[in-house]
């Protein structure tokens, strides 16, 4: 649970990358898609157009031909000697004999006069009217031959105009005016399909379809929806989606007579882009697969030195400071473990400098600690030994002096061995002691002047409290504050001890009947050199309480009512 709330470095970079390598290719994958979608269309649009070239080849077949007849037969003398008869009669059956020769099923064949009037109607199912516009229009192309298409009689037909023409002596004279043509009919629909290889086609004019291999509903939703010159369009017929392009069938005077269009259903584009995009999931899935599992193998290579780091920071915390790393390079994590080699030297070598001053120190602490306490049992061996000398001792007055200065020679000794321990490096580690044992020896150091003062000293330490001490320091801890205590109250007094045991700790009471700790020194009381007026240095308390602390306990002075001093010491127990 821990894992899934703070995930490592390792999967953060994995599912990062994942997430990127995710986003990038479904990015990638819809311009590709569309892109795609786009080539799919353009290739369908130029195969479209493509079509157009089937229609274009068919048109200008039929064009050519009809060019070349009505060429020949405006030329033939049979039928300019019909034509200059005026009489209708006649020209229809020049007309009638020579188009047997030449005519095509679907094919229509008209002559007119010069205002467009029919005079004869031969081929094809074409009505006669009386006047033709297809004429009209192509006056102004005389005497050239014009073709184009137009809506004749609800129907659409491609026609060529050729004029005939005689020469008199004012000049060219126009006699009448061959029209030929092709009907655009389902039969020309079929045609442009079969020779497309499935291409539908609608033959639109007057926004109605005149011909379509379509479906009549399809057809009519068609020439309702289709919109000219926009291109390439999709509609959708019957359920399904068709491009749609059309171009303009221009009349003999240049102006949009209807539309041809070339229809073709997108199943074909439908099918390759499905196909696509089921390709592209399983490169996708695929790729998101590969990318995380590499960026994990290459984040686990290049987090690698970065576990090293940690692991032996870890190490470091735990003060193994000979811990290196491996040196990985020139890059920047190889630079990075170089200069933590560096800075583990450097710890190491300050934390061997720091213990040598912590050493020098302690011996100077030490120092002048003895040198401190040395004062009391050299006073005890002087006083008694004066007293030896000057006096006539009964014996035993001379065994009592002999024992204090015996006590004091020891104590002299005992300072002096940890004072040389120390500076070996010998450090005296605390043992069990019975601190009634302890607070007592230093009430007997102490007993022999307090007499003198007339200060009595009651102790009342359980003889069942047993805590690990350094039994010398802490002796002389309590050997200051009864002689300080002592040194306060000259003209006599009370000093009274106690312990009481706590869940884990001893607390040790030392109160006395003197004058007390004046207000101005209470705060830096435990400072050196500070004195309340009594002979010496002011380095007692200071000594004794980092003693205590240095035992993990510590010193203080009480704000108890009532006269004199109270100290109390708290101990690990």
Not at 360 to 389: C, F, K, Q, W
Not at 544 to 556: E, I, K, M, N
Request: some cysteine; glycine content about 8%.
């Amino acid at each position: 649970m821990n894992r899934l709330a703070r995930p490592s470095l390792l999967w953060k970079i994995g599912l990062s990358t994942s997430i990127a390598i995710t986003l990038l290719l479904a990015i990638a994958g819809y311009f590709v898609q569309e892109r795609t979608r786009t080539q799919l269309a353009e290739n369908l649009e130029t195969q479209l157009r493509g079509n157009f070239k089937a229609y274009e080849s068919l048109w200008s077949a039929r064009a050519d031909w009809l060019r070349s007849l009505s060429q020949v037969l405006s030329g033939m003398s049979d039928v300019r000697a019909a034509f200059q008869t005026n009489d209708k009669a006649t020209i229809r059956d020049a007309a009638g004999e020579i188009w047997k020769r030449v005519s095509r099923s679907s094919a229509i064949f008209l002559v007119t006069d010069p205002h467009g009037e029919v005079i004869a109607s031969l081929g094809g199912q074409f009505a006669s009217r009386r006047r033709l516009d297809v004429v009209r229009d192509a006056l102004p192309h005389f005497p050239e031959q014009s073709a184009g298409f137009a809506l004749q009689d609800d129907g659409l037909y491609e026609f060529v105009v050729t004029p005939v023409y005689v020469q008199v002596q004012t000049g060219p004279e126009l006699l009448n005016v061959l029209v030929t043509g092709f009907p655009v009919d389902q039969d020309v629909a079929a045609d442009l399909r079969e020779r497309t290889g499935g291409s539908d086609f609608v033959f639109l004019a007057m926004g109605r379809a005149v011909s379509s291999t379509l479906k009549p509903e399809e057809t009519a939703r068609l020439a309702r929806e289709y919109r000219r010159g926009t291109g390439l369009q999709r509609i959708r017929l019957s359920g399904r989606e068709f491009a749609v392009l059309g171009t303009p069938l221009h009349d003999i005077s240049g102006a949009p007579a209807g539309d041809l269009l070339i229809v073709h259903n997108f199943d074909a584009i439908t099918r390759d882009l499905n196909s696509l995009q089921n390709q592209l999931v399983v490169i996708w899935a695929a790729a998101v697969i590969a990318g995380l599992a590499l960026s994990l193998y290459l984040a686990g290579r290049i987090l690698k030195p970065i576990g090293q780091l940690d692991r032996a920071a870890t190490l470091i915390g735990r003060q193994q400071y000979d811990t290196r790393v491996p040196d990985s390079g020139n890059d920047e994590l190889g630079r990075l473990a170089r200069t933590f080699n560096d800075m583990c030297l450097s710890i190491q070598s300050a934390r061997d400098e720091l213990i040598r001053q912590e050493r020098i120190a302690t011996i100077g602490r030490l120092s002048s600690s003895i040198v401190h306490d040395l004062r009391n049992p050299l006073a005890s061996i002087y006083g008694g030994a004066e007293m030896m000398m000057d006096g006539d001792l009964s014996q035993g007055q001379l065994q009592r002096l002999a024992g204090n200065i015996y006590r004091s020679s020891r104590v002299i000794k005992d300072m002096l061995q940890q004072l040389v321990d120390v500076s070996r490096g010998r450090m005296q580690a605390p043992e069990c002691c019975n601190l009634a044992e302890v607070v007592g020896a230093a009430v007997d150091s102490q007993i022999a002047a307090a007499e003198t003062q007339g200060v009595d000293i009651q102790c009342s330490v359980d003889a069942s409290i047993e805590i690990p001490l350094e039994p010398g320091r802490m002796e002389r801890v309590f050997v200051n504050l009864i002689a300080n205590a002592v040194e306060a109250m000259p003209e006599g007094g009370e000093i009274r001890i106690s312990a009481e045991r706590g869940e884990s700790t001893v607390e040790v009471r030392v109160d006395d009947t003197g004058p007390g700790i004046p207000t101005p020194v209470r705060e830096r009381l435990f400072q050196p050199f500070v004195t309340s007026g009594k002979n010496g240095l002011g380095l007692g308390l200071a000594l004794s309480r980092q003693t205590v602390l240095d035992h993990g306990g510590d010193l203080w002075i009480a704000d108890d009512a009532g006269p004199g001093a109270h100290f109390r010491l708290r101990l690990p127990g």
